[in-house]
């Protein structure tokens, strides 16, 4: 599985602690990697990284990523061979609340790791991930390619797309010279679903905290269109990046990457909903969803990405189908409600496994 790559090297994953990012911990250290977390704060409680046991198994800094001092001092400590960077103020509705922190966070936090990547003194190889909403999103019919216009009508998506730019001009600045020991990617994966995530004012989280309450959700926009993906699909997506960057001289240096499903796999929040409550055995509930009309703030209704460039450049394809990412989900979360919390670190590395044959079985390049 991605040519063995990571075991035994030093990585760095800031914001470890957050969904995407304890999964991420989580595989990284079941391959063999020696696993340095970086974050703020525990985001959730319940979190998925108590829950995986985590801080049991990596190493751990409470620290901010808008502390450029700091972020310098621990990279100078660990001196890694990957750095996987996922630290983010991720909700678009905070974003409007606190512009300035998503600002600070997504896009000069990222700027602090950049600058720390700089006096690294080993090989050292860096995947970058910002969002599938950094794209100046005019709601068209077709995905986004990598060379589309960034921008971003909320400050959320505003955010991500400054920080591409400033990922890009610290590539050309530094990174691009011949003899520099950092090479890096850039990969743009969102609206991700999976077991795990207790983040507020996200719609699959908010759905399995408002049924075990025996309450019905409220939906703010049920005909929005997104490429939902399981959380496993882009993080294979992100280590694939990390494997190609390591195994070439320079093919993906400094270049983006959308991941997300086929084309003909994204739904609407209605039909994503639908789709895991099937997978969800407790309560009766006559109504499991509510109409919300008081939508404050504005949110895309349609975004779809094209990932053409993954398959040729990483050979990175999804594995799970619509139905498979909503029973994953779906089953993960009843297990988590109506099993007692009962071994979650095991159930969640079946997760993975059984992802892992799926993909295999689709002879997908990263696990042969």
Request: charge should be neutral.
């Amino acid at each position: 599985m991605f040519n063995n790559i990571y075991k035994g090297k030093k990585i760095i994953v800031t914001g470890n602690t957050g969904f995407k990012g304890s999964w991420l911990s989580f595989w990284l250290h079941h391959l063999g990697a020696k696993v340095t977390g970086i974050s703020k704060d525990i985001p959730s409680n319940p979190s998925l990284f108590a829950e995986l046991e985590l801080a049991q198994k990596t190493e751990h800094h409470f620290a901010n990523i808008c502390d450029g001092g700091k972020m310098k001092e621990i990279f100078e400590q660990v001196q890694p061979d990957f750095v996987f960077h996922l630290a983010a103020q991720p909700i678009v509705s905070v974003s409007y609340e606190d512009p300035i922190e998503t600002f600070q966070t997504n896009t000069i936090g990222t700027a602090n790791i950049l600058e720390a990547l700089r006096p690294v003194s080993n090989p050292c190889h860096a995947v970058m991930i910002t969002s599938d909403k950094c794209y100046d999103n005019v709601e068209w019919i077709w995905g986004y390619r990598e060379q589309d216009a960034l921008g971003g009508k909320d400050p959320y998506s505003a955010s991500k797309g400054a920080a591409e730019l400033v990922i890009k001009t610290y590539y050309h600045s530094y990174f691009k010279k011949p003899g520099s020991r950092v090479k890096l990617t850039v990969v743009r994966a969102g609206n991700v679903i999976g077991g795990g995530d207790w983040a507020l004012n996200r719609i699959v989280p908010d759905c399995f905290r408002s049924w075990n309450e025996q309450q019905a959700v409220q939906i703010r926009n049920p005909n929005s269109t997104r490429p939902w993906q399981h959380v496993l699909e882009p993080l294979s997506g992100y280590l694939r990046a990390g494997q190609i960057l390591a195994e070439t001289e320079g093919e993906i240096n400094g270049e983006p990457f959308n991941i997300g499903p086929a084309s003909d796999q994204h739904h609407t929040v209605l039909e994503l909903l639908l789709a895991v409550n099937k997978f969800w055995k407790s309560g009766s509930l006559k109504e499991h969803f509510a109409i919300s009309e008081n939508s404050s703030f504005h949110e895309a209704g349609l975004l779809k990405l094209n990932c053409d460039k993954a398959l040729y450049y990483l050979q990175w394809r999804p594995a799970l189908d619509f139905d498979t990412t909503a029973r994953f989900t779906g089953e993960w979360y009843n297990h988590y409600y109506n099993n007692d919390r009962k071994d979650m670190g095991a159930y969640t590395l079946n997760q993975i496994l059984e992802y892992t044959e799926a993909a295999r079985k689709k002879s997908i390049a990263w696990v042969l």
